[in-house]
Structures are given as structure tokens and as C-alpha cells.
Nanobody
Framework: QVQLVESGGGLVQAGGSLRLSCAAS????????MGWYRQAPGKQRELVAS???????HYADSVKGRFTISRDNAKYTMFLQMNSLKPEDTAVYYC?????????????WGQGTQVTVSS
């Protein structure tokens, strides 16, 4: 069974930085698109950034220039470097990936990691 586990969240002051990690484990043949989503209290889950297997990236307008998504295909890991954090970045951050596994490919989600930015 495939599992995705996030780490690296925490409490940081506005203007600070955090680096989130997402590690996938289990029977994995390949991970296709991966992404980071976030959900703030009372709000819908939103896409923060995504990255294809080939390394093409996409960012939400609200994080462009501040966040950087990357991945290590050999280690089935993904990262989100978050700089110049703002209080409005406070949310639970989830990683997701489309995983080629057995018996079939599917979308998998982590449990989430809390990011809190104080003003």
C-alpha cells in the first residue's frame, strides 16, 4: 500500500521560511504528477504548486516568486521551499501524487502538516 507522509511544518514568523517534505513509500513503479495543496480554516482546499514527472512546475498566483516546488524521483520525495511567508499562508498543507502501483495507478494523499505564520 502506498503512503505519502509530509514533514517540516511548524510555527514561523512572517517573513520567515519553511521547507516541507513529502516522502512516498510502498510498492511504487513510478510517480507521475505531484502537488501541494493547502486548506485554511473555513476555506476550501486549494492547489499551491504542482510538478510533473519531468519537472515542469505550476504555481498558484498567491505563492509565485516565494515558493519553490521540487522533487527527487529516485527517492520518491517532493519538497516545497516556502520563503517570505505571510500570515495568509497559514493552513494545513497536503501532498498528493499520482502513483503507478499495483494493482492500479491512483491518486494518493498525505495526512497533512500544519503551517502557522504569525504576524
Amino acid at each position: 500500500q502506498v503512503q505519502l507522509v509530509e514533514s517540516g511544518g511548524g510555527l514561523v514568523q512572517a517573513g520567515g521560511s519553511l521547507r516541507l517534505s513529502c516522502a512516498a513509500s510502498g510498492i511504487i513503479f513510478r510517480i507521475n504528477d505531484m502537488g501541494w495543496y493547502r486548506q485554511a480554516p473555513g476555506k476550501q482546499r486549494e492547489l499551491v504548486a504542482s510538478i510533473t514527472g519531468g519537472g515542469s512546475t505550476h504555481y498558484a498566483d498567491s505563492v509565485k516568486g516565494r515558493f519553490t516546488i521540487s522533487r527527487d524521483n529516485a527517492k520518491y520525495t517532493m519538497f516545497l521551499q516556502m520563503n517570505s511567508l505571510k500570515p495568509e499562508d497559514t493552513a494545513v498543507y497536503y501532498c498528493t501524487g499520482n502513483v503507478l502501483t499495483t494493482p492500479r495507478a491512483g491518486d494518493y494523499w498525505g495526512q497533512g502538516t500544519q503551517v502557522t505564520v504569525s504576524s
